[in-house]
């Protein structure tokens, strides 16, 4: 069964608009992760975030993670048409154990 | 360093055939990770394994499903006899000791029939 739900399910911006992607989860977890999925390719990791983290930044990412409300987001700023994909959260306990990726989200920026 | 391989990329076949899916993870990776995505879906765990022992296969239908990692590197997976609804992608993932960040391969495309 999947963890984590994706909210909005689609978005469609405008290159240099910011884009936020939610996940909530239902268990107790170790780490979040984001990844990114091309059309057609596997999936690339974006950024890990920890249960005792509540921010990260990678470059023009940035992640969020409220334990008590069970839910993350994913901040794109600046988006380019190159951040068209779809992307998923990922739940883990210790070890990557019971890894669980939600539905994801199909973004789409428009040039 | 040379990513994660999984080959075919493709296979269609009709139900109640045997197919089977091999991956050879990234050179020094000792955990490996088989997905499964159908379409518009997430990808679901089906078997985790840390060198050649399985850590996780409670999502595997074992009735159909099996895979083995022997000497602790490639992987098979197989599928005997195969359903419809077993077409999807199915990914091949693959992460250093101790660490989180899963390198995925490009996927295996099945088609049932």
């Known amino acids: 069964s999947q963890q984590g739900e994706e909210d909005p399910q689609a978005l469609s911006i405008q290159e240099g608009e910011n884009a936020t992607m939610n996940c909530s989860y239902k268990?107790?977890?170790?780490?979040l992760q984001w990844y990114r999925q091309n059309s057609g390719r596997g999936l690339v990791h974006l950024i890990l975030i920890r249960s005792n983290e509540r921010e990260k930044h990678s470059g023009r990412l940035r992640v969020t993670l409220d334990t008590s409300k069970k839910s993350s987001s994913l901040l794109i700023t600046a988006s380019r048409a190159a951040d068209t994909a779809s992307y998923f959260c990922?739940?883990?306990?210790?070890?990557?154990?019971?890894?669980?990726f939600g539905a994801g989200t199909r973004l789409t920026v428009k040039p | 360093e040379a990513g994660v391989a999984q080959s075919p990329r493709y296979k269609i076949i009709e139900k109640r055939q045997s197919v089977a899916f091999w991956c050879n993870p990234i050179s020094g990776h000792a955990t490996l990770y088989w997905y499964q995505q159908i379409l518009g879906q997430g990808p679901k765990l089906l078997i985790q394994f840390q060198n050649n022992g399985v850590v996780d296969d409670s999502q595997l239908p074992k009735d159909r499903f099996s895979a083995e990692r022997l000497k602790g590197v490639d992987s098979t997976l197989k599928i005997q006899p195969a359903k419809l609804e077993d077409s999807a992608v199915y990914l091949c993932?693959?992460?250093?000791?101790?660490?989180?960040?899963?390198?995925f391969g490009p996927g295996t495309r099945l088609l049932v029939l």
């Open positions: 990922a739940t883990a306990l210790y070890n990557n154990n019971d890894m669980r």
């Open positions: 268990t107790s977890i170790n780490n």
């Open positions: 993932a693959s992460t250093p000791l101790a660490q989180e960040t899963q390198y």
